[in-house]
């Protein structure tokens, strides 16, 4: 087989998030335009196109047609796991937010600041792009007093609220980090969930942005205490 032009190649990749396993394929189905000039003058655009798919570590690769590479392709559209995660998720991070605006005025430091700082830097975009998600995938969004708090690992309770919006220097301090840790810990919970439950691959890079993201800042909150 002749090796196509570099301008008559398209890849194609099948993300493989985690432990998804509606996402199963071991392999990235590599799409590419077989015809190649031979000298004839013919039009190489009216070759017709395979599919490589390479085979699991010590498997054979085959070959597909354009049609049967796309029905190999896995359903990532959303299921109630996805659009559960997501729904959830915009709430999770609104309370985090709640807590870390408390944080110019009542902290001690300008350690406790600084993270307060960084975590709403990061997560005010991903509300937004969740809730735009929801709109466009069907699903709902509200607030963090919208839903059930103890349905969601790591959500403070209200009591818990008051008292951190009571404290101040020192106490503010411990607290924060205290509920913190809880509720990055219960983020990164939810997050392993729908990776084993969900299946759109959006989702799925959210999730695993979350347990590496979240994951760091429980190490660095942890140390700070």
């Known amino acids: 087989m002749c090796a196509s032009k570099d301008d008559n190649a398209l890849v194609f990749s099948s993300y493989r998030v985690a432990t998804l396993p509606a ?5 990235s189905l590599i799409l590419a335009l077989t015809s190649c000039d031979d000298g004839s003058g013919s039009d190489s655009a009216s070759a017709a196109p395979s599919v490589i798919a390479p085979g699991a570590p010590g498997e054979k690769a085959t070959t597909l047609s354009r049609d049967e590479a796309a029905k190999a392709l896995p359903d990532d559209s959303p299921n109630p796991a996805d659009l559960t995660y997501v729904t959830n998720m915009v709430a999770h991070h609104q309370q985090a937010l709640v807590m ?4 110019d005025s009542h902290a001690s430091g300008e350690q406790v600041r600084a993270l307060a700082a960084r975590i709403d830097a990061a997560q005010g ?3 937004d792009v969740m809730e735009a998600w ?3 995938n069907g699903g709902s969004h509200g607030t963090a007093h919208d839903h059930d708090h103890a349905s969601m690992p790591g959500m403070a309770t209200a009591a818990q609220l008051a008292a951190l919006r009571e404290a101040r220097g020192a106490e503010f301090d411990r ?3 205290r509920l913190m840790i809880t509720h990055h810990r219960g983020a990164v919970t939810m997050a392993t969930d729908v990776l084993t439950h969900g299946r759109n691959v959006q989702v799925g890079e959210w999730a695993n942005d979350v347990i590496a993201q979240q994951s760091a800042e429980i190490a660095r909150m942890r140390a700070m205490g």
């Open 23 to 27: 996402l199963a394929l071991t392999a």
């Open 100 to 103: 870390t605006a408390l944080a």
């Open 125 to 127: 975009p991903e509300i």
């Open 134 to 136: 929801l709109k466009t």
């Open 175 to 177: 607290q924060f980090l």
